[in-house]
């Protein structure tokens, strides 16, 4: 059972979260909090797997709330859920140690897929972030060159999409597959190209 602490200002957003969660036999919301000051203290004292954290909230917002909440405990996962995907708020949110950013356009199972992955130590990133993740640190690191692997033609194919920034449903959709291939498939393009995450591994495909 992962235990999730959900963070948002506003009870709608908070009761549609946990509609979600509580519907999921491996999903258990253990509290909620609508500002970063109640989320320290509730992570303390509820000491949840995987925080789910916005970042506007009135008073301590979820960036310094992040920070606090893993200097108390680092094995907590927090994966920050919000409306901004902009850089002012993804690099300062991923300084403070996010494990993940998602958008609240998100489709509702990147958003369970997200928290399970968070849990598992993965790091879920809404496409549009990862690709202008990949697409800074590509540029950052010109003349790269991407080591070599023996990879299966599908891995390959599953490879490129990861590189583009898709989810796995739409890698799933795009080839055909099942949801569950592609995480295999991902899986194993994790351990033959030795990346420790997702976003790693797009890297790797794309030479960094």
């Known amino acids: 059972m992962i235990r999730v602490l959900l963070v948002d200002d506003q009870h709608l957003i908070r009761a549609g979260l946990r509609m979600l969660c509580d519907a999921q036999p491996d999903l258990e919301v253990v509290g ?3 500002n970063g000051r109640d989320a320290i203290a509730l992570a303390a004292r509820l000491r949840p797997d995987v925080v789910v954290m916005d970042l506007r909230m009135p ?7 992040t920070s606090r909440i893993l200097a108390e405990r680092p ?14 708020h993804l690099y300062p949110a991923l300084t403070a140690g996010a494990c993940g950013f998602l958008l609240k356009d998100a489709p509702p199972t990147d958003l369970l897929d997200g928290v ?20 800074r640190a590509v540029h950052a690191r010109p003349g790269a ?7 299966t033609a599908r891995e390959q194919d599953v490879l490129d999409l990861v590189a583009e920034g898709l989810s796995n ?11 569950t291939t592609v995480k295999t ?3 194993s393009l994790m351990t033959k190209t030795g990346s420790p995450n997702r976003v790693r591994l797009a890297l790797w495909a794309r030479g960094g």
């Open 59 to 65: 008073g301590v917002d979820g960036i310094t709330a």
């Open 169 to 179: 449903t739409e890698i799933a959709d795009r080839l055909h597959i099942g949801v």
């Open 185 to 187: 498939h991902i899986t």
């Open 145 to 151: 060159r991407r080591p070599a692997a023996d990879l």
């Open 32 to 34: 909620e909090a609508e």
């Open 75 to 88: 094995a907590t996962r927090i994966m920050v859920l919000t409306t901004f995907g902009d850089d002012d």
């Open 116 to 135: 399970r992955r968070a849990a598992a130590g993965d790091s879920p990133f809404s496409p549009e972030v990862l690709r202008r993740l990949v697409q």
